[in-house]
Nanobody, 119 residues
Framework: QVQLVESGGGLVQAGGSLRLSCAAS????????MGWYRQAPGKQRELVAR???????NDADSVKGRFTISRDNAKNTVYLQMDSLKREDTAVYYC?????????????WGHGTQVTVSS
């Protein structure tokens, strides 16, 4: 069974940094895109950043120049380096990946990790 497990969330002061990690496990044939979404209280889930298996990325305008997405294909892991954090970055961050496994080919989601930015 494929699972996505996130780590690295927490509480940080405004202007600080955090690094999120998400590792995919299970019997995986291939992973297409991987990415991070976030959902703040009372708001819809939104794309933060996404990266293809070839390394092409796209970021939300709100995080351009502050967040960097990367991946290690050998480890089936995607990272999100978050710098110059702002209070409005506070949200639950979810990992997403489009995975071809022994069971199916579809989008998978992690359970989420809380990021809280204090002033």
């Amino acid at each position: 069974q494929v699972q996505l497990v996130e780590s690295g969330g927490g509480l940080v002061q405004a202007g600080g940094s955090l690094r999120l990690s998400c590792a995919a496990s299970g019997i995986i044939f291939s992973i297409n895109h991987m990415g991070w979404y976030r959902q703040a209280p009372g708001k819809q889930r939104e794309l933060v950043a996404r990266i293809t298996n070839g390394g092409d990325t796209n970021d939300a305008d709100s995080v351009k120049g502050r967040f960097t997405i990367s991946r290690d294909n050998a480890k089936n892991t995607v990272y999100l380096q978050m710098d110059s954090l702002k209070r409005e970055d506070t949200a639950v961050y979810y990992c997403n990946a489009y995975i071809s496994s022994i069971a199916s080919t579809r989008d998978y989601w992690g359970h989420g990790t809380q990021v809280t930015v204090s002033s």
